[in-house]
């Protein structure tokens, strides 16, 4: 507790940004990682797996641009770093780990973002999502990714939205758009991009000596217009969040969305 109290008072952030909880989440999943780093550990290998496959397909070159580095260790540093001349890690809030990366590989720069373009107007309680343009024309990047972001994108939105009064059902539309308007994003560039999101939340829960699944979205039933590679992710082994209940994330990774299948009419 005192750790995560030292690091939130320490690491830099906007003031809107603290008052809509991401600072505090920030903090909160670095201390997650702490308690459950082995169980993190085949989530974390197989998105080291995506991305290295991303940067054989890209061939490299200019400049990687990485959306959502978070606490980077999802991402192959050795490998980004051996095969561009520009790691670009983008985030709203730059943790330490992030922080030590810039500072171990010379070619790495850390870029604050709002990658939806649209928390300025949601902290002031105004539902405007943002269109980003932001890299779509810059001929040095090489590849994109997307890292473990795209159902992030709504949670603290939505939340902060609701305490400020909005309805459930109209908060959750902001929270949509926000999703749909990253994939648009990201379908938009010219260049290899990499995906790599959860698709799905599954909770076992333990009642009366019974083992309960519930399955929910987590894109809020967005349309995913790609399948790849599918594994799960022990996120929230039992006694994390509940002791009657574990959560655990699908993950879909795909190296590139501009070569991956489709998915099924069916899915869409």
């Known amino acids: 507790m005192l750790i995560e109290w030292l690091t939130y008072l320490t690491t830099p952030c906007p003031r809107h940004l603290r008052a809509m909880g991401y600072l505090r989440e920030a903090v909160g999943i670095e201390s997650r990682y ?53 790691v670009q890690l983008i985030d709203l ?68 939205l609701e305490k400020r009064g909005m309805r459930d059902e ?32 599954e909770m076992t829960a333990l009642k009366e000596g019974d083992e309960w699944a519930y399955v929910v979205t987590a894109l809020l039933d967005a349309e995913l217009p790609w399948v790849g590679q599918e594994w799960f992710w022990d996120i929230a082994p039992r006694g994390e969040v509940d002791k009657t209940y574990s959560v655990k994330n699908r993950v879909v990774g795909i190296p590139d969305i501009s070569v991956a299948e489709p998915s099924p009419p069916s899915q869409r």
């Not at 779509?136 to 159902?151: F, G, K, Q, R």
């Not at 908060?171 to 758009?177: D, K, N």
Request: hydrophobic share 40%.
């Open 34 to 86: 702490r308690r459950h780093r082995r169980a993190w550990a085949p989530h974390l290998e197989k998105s080291h797996e995506t991305i290295r496959k991303a940067i054989e397909m890209s061939g490299g070159g200019e400049t990687v641009v990485v959306l959502g580095a978070g606490l980077v260790y999802d991402l192959p540093m050795d490998a980004l770093s051996a095969a561009f001349k520009t």
């Open 93 to 160: 809030v730059h943790m330490r780990p992030a922080r030590r990366a810039a500072r171990r590989y010379p070619n790495v720069k850390l870029v604050a973002w709002d990658v939806t373009e649209s928390l300025e107007a949601i902290a002031e309680g105004r539902a405007e999502i943002g269109k980003p343009e932001r890299y779509l024309d810059d001929p040095s990047i090489s590849l994109v990714i997307s890292a473990n972001l795209l159902s992030q994108l709504p949670i603290s939105p939505m939340s902060y």
């Open 170 to 201: 109209e908060a959750e539309e902001v929270g949509r758009a926000l999703i749909d308007r990253h994939i648009e994003y990201l379908s938009r560039f010219a260049v290899p991009v990499c995906l790599i999101t959860d698709i799905e939340r």
